[in-house]
């Protein structure tokens, strides 16, 4: 998991610099992306605090069903959308 | 920034995203920068959710001091990723969204199947040489222009040749 992890860190450090050197972090970006730090705090918070009372399959399951959809959804939207 | 249905939306999402995060350890940018996509656009997405990643990782990582032993043994991993990246990015700059989109749900759904398949491969410590900077470089890359490289890294991670590495 940390292996993992320090490889996540050191591909978003990147990314930032990436990112930046293109300018597509802005004010409006910049603040979204604080917004989106609260709530993810909160989210990651329950999820540490609520993994040893999950039931890990149906929870798998019900994520994969989510992902499929969605990605779906996505094609859907890529093939019919203007190019 | 007015409260619509649309950001009540993205923020739901997220609030699963970052709570499987927590459970699994995995799945942040896999969840939420489809699901954000699907209300702004795919380039907002990459850019707003770089950062609280970042934030949750980090978290793990100092935890317990600076993994230099980690950056040793991944270096031949590591260093395409970082060209990778790059070279993302640019793809995520100059190609038009509707194709990004497609990229993305591709990579959704080829991760879907993956796991109702339970694949698995294994990787020799000859293979895992010339592997590393391959895996590498697509990682990066992958991550660059959808966000989402993290499915490639877990399965990765549990080849065989991987196992072992610093937990």
Do not use: H
């Not at chain 1, 993994?51 to 798998?60: A, E, H, L, V, Y």
């Not at chain 2, 032993?69 to 995520?92: D, N, Y």
């Not at chain 2, 989109?101 to 796991?115: A, Q, T």
């Amino acid at each position: 998991m940390k292996s993992m992890a320090t490889i996540f860190v050191t591909t978003k450090l990147t990314q930032v610099v990436a990112i930046s050197t293109w300018n597509l972090f802005n004010w409006y970006t910049l603040k979204l992306s604080v917004l989106v730090i609260l709530f993810t705090l909160v989210g990651f918070y329950a999820g540490i605090k609520g993994q040893d009372r999950i039931d890990q399959k149906n929870f798998n399951r019900g994520l994969l069903a989510l992902l499929a959809f969605v990605g779906v959804i996505l094609i859907i939207r890529a093939v019919t959308q203007d190019a | 920034m007015a409260l619509d249905l649309t950001y009540l939306v993205v923020g739901i999402a997220l609030l699963l995203a970052a709570f499987v995060k927590g459970v699994t350890g995995f799945g942040f940018p896999l969840i939420a920068t489809p699901t954000v996509a699907l209300l702004l656009d795919i380039r907002t997405a990459v850019t707003v959710l770089i950062l609280p990643n970042l934030f949750m990782d980090s978290a793990q990582v100092i935890r317990d001091g600076l993994p230099y032993e980690i950056f040793r043994r991944f270096k031949a991993f590591m260093a395409p990723t970082i060209v990778g990246v790059f070279l993302g990015t640019l793809v995520l700059v100059k190609t038009p969204l509707w194709i990004l989109n497609l990229c993305l749900g591709v990579m959704v759904l080829i991760f879907v199947i993956s796991n109702l398949l339970k694949l698995d491969f294994t990787v020799s410590p000859e293979q895992e040489k010339f592997l590393s900077p391959l895996f590498g470089f697509l990682s990066g890359f992958l991550n660059g222009v959808t966000n989402a490289a993290g499915p490639g890294w877990r399965s990765i991670f549990t080849a065989s040749s991987w196992k072992g590495v610093p937990s």
